[in-house]
C-alpha cells in the first residue's frame, strides 16, 4: 500500500506542482486574502496541479513505456493507469470544490487553467500549438487569485501577460530534455518543430520580458525589491544562456521555475497595483 502511495503522489508531478501551489499562496498573500482564501486558495491549485500531472501519466503510460521512462511509475508497473486516471478526476472535483468558497469567479477561471492543461495532455501537445495551454494556464493564474479576493477583481494586462510569458518558457524548457524520447514516439509540439536552438532564444526572450514586465507594470515608484527581482531574473537569464549550450537537463526546467518564483515574488509586493 505505501508503495502505491509513494508511485501515485510521484505520478502527480510533485515538484512543478508545488511550485505553482507557492505561486498561487505568494500571489493570495500579497492580495491581503484573509488566512482561510489564502489557505483554499493554496489546496486549490495543489489539486489542480495533481489532477494535470497524474493525467499526463494516464494518457502518456503506452509512450512512457516504449521509450522507458524510468521516472514514471505508470510505465514502471508500480500503479495502473486506471487508478492514476481515477484519482486525477477525483482531484479536479476537489481542485473547484474547494475553489467555490472564493466565488464563482474563481472557480470559472480554475476549470479554464485546468480544461487547458488537460487539453494539452490530451494532444495539444502534438500540434503547432502546444504553448497555447501554457500561455492560457500561467496567464490566469494570477486572474484566479484576483477573481478569489471578496470583492472579485481582473488582473492586470501586464500580470497577465508575466505568467504567459513565464508559461511559454516553462513549456519550452519542459520539453527540450524529451526531444528525442518523444521522436521516438511522434510527438511534434511546436519545440520540436522549430528545434533546440530556436526553443532557446524563445525561452531567453520570453524569460526576459517577464522580468521587465515585473519591473515596469507595477504604475508607481520602483521599490527596491523591483530593482532586485529585475537583476535576479537576469542573471538567472544568463546562467539560462550557458545551459543551452549544453545538452538539455531538468536544470533548465528548475532554473524557469526560479525565475518564476523571484518575479511573483514581485508580483506579491504590487499589492493593489496587481488589478486592473
Known amino acids: 500500500m505505501l508503495t502505491r502511495l509513494r508511485a501515485l503522489a510521484l505520478s502527480t508531478h510533485p515538484g512543478p506542482g508545488i511550485a505553482v501551489t507557492i505561486v498561487a499562496v505568494?500571489?493570495?498573500?500579497?492580495?491581503?486574502l484573509v488566512w482561510w482564501r489564502v489557505l483554499l486558495l493554496g489546496l486549490a491549485f495543489l489539486f489542480n496541479q495533481a489532477s494535470v500531472g497524474l493525467s499526463n501519466?494516464?494518457?502518456?503510460?503506452?509512450?512512457?513505456?516504449?521509450?522507458?521512462?524510468?521516472?514514471?511509475?505508470?510505465?514502471?508497473?508500480?500503479i495502473s493507469a486506471g487508478t492514476v486516471r481515477t484519482t486525477a478526476f477525483a482531484c479536479v472535483v476537489l481542485s473547484l470544490a474547494l475553489t467555490a468558497p472564493l466565488g464563482w469567479q474563481a472557480t470559472v477561471a480554475q476549470f479554464v487553467f485546468i480544461a487547458s492543461a488537460w487539453g494539452y495532455n490530451a494532444g495539444l501537445k502534438n500540434t503547432w500549438i502546444s504553448v497555447l495551454p501554457y500561455i492560457v494556464s500561467f496567464g490566469l493564474l494570477p486572474m484566479v487569485t484576483?477573481?478569489?479576493?471578496?470583492?472579485?477583481?481582473?488582473?492586470?494586462?501586464?500580470?497577465?501577460?508575466?505568467?504567459?510569458?513565464?508559461?511559454?518558457?516553462a513549456h519550452f524548457a519542459n520539453v527540450l530534455p524529451d526531444l528525442d524520447d518523444d521522436a521516438r514516439t511522434g510527438?511534434?509540439?511546436?519545440?520540436?518543430?522549430?528545434?533546440?536552438?530556436?526553443?532557446?532564444?524563445?525561452?531567453?526572450?520570453?524569460?526576459?520580458?517577464?522580468?521587465?514586465?515585473?519591473?515596469?507594470?507595477?504604475?508607481?515608484?520602483?521599490?527596491?525589491?523591483?530593482?532586485?527581482?529585475?537583476?535576479?531574473?537576469?542573471?538567472?537569464?544568463?546562467?539560462?544562456?550557458?545551459?543551452?549550450?549544453?545538452?538539455?537537463?531538468?536544470?533548465?526546467?528548475q532554473l524557469i521555475i526560479a525565475a518564476a518564483i523571484v518575479n511573483v515574488i514581485a508580483l506579491a509586493f504590487a499589492g493593489d497595483r496587481l488589478l486592473a
Do not use: C, Y
Open 57 to 78: 501519466d494516464w494518457i502518456d503510460a503506452e509512450r512512457d513505456r516504449a521509450v522507458g521512462r524510468t521516472d514514471k511509475p505508470v510505465a514502471l508497473g508500480l
Open 146 to 169: 484576483t477573481l478569489a479576493r471578496p470583492q472579485p477583481a481582473i488582473a492586470a494586462w501586464w500580470a497577465l501577460a508575466l505568467g504567459a510569458m513565464l508559461g511559454i518558457a
Open 187 to 253: 510527438v511534434a509540439g511546436l519545440p520540436h518543430r522549430i528545434g533546440r536552438r530556436a526553443s532557446g532564444v524563445v525561452i531567453w526572450t520570453v524569460l526576459a520580458v517577464a522580468g521587465l514586465l515585473a519591473f515596469f507594470g507595477p504604475v508607481g515608484d520602483r521599490t527596491v525589491l523591483q530593482w532586485v527581482a529585475l537583476v535576479l531574473t537576469l542573471l538567472l537569464a544568463a546562467a539560462i544562456a550557458v545551459v543551452l549550450r549544453r545538452p538539455p537537463t531538468r536544470l533548465l526546467f
Open 26 to 32: 505568494v500571489l493570495g498573500i500579497g492580495l491581503h
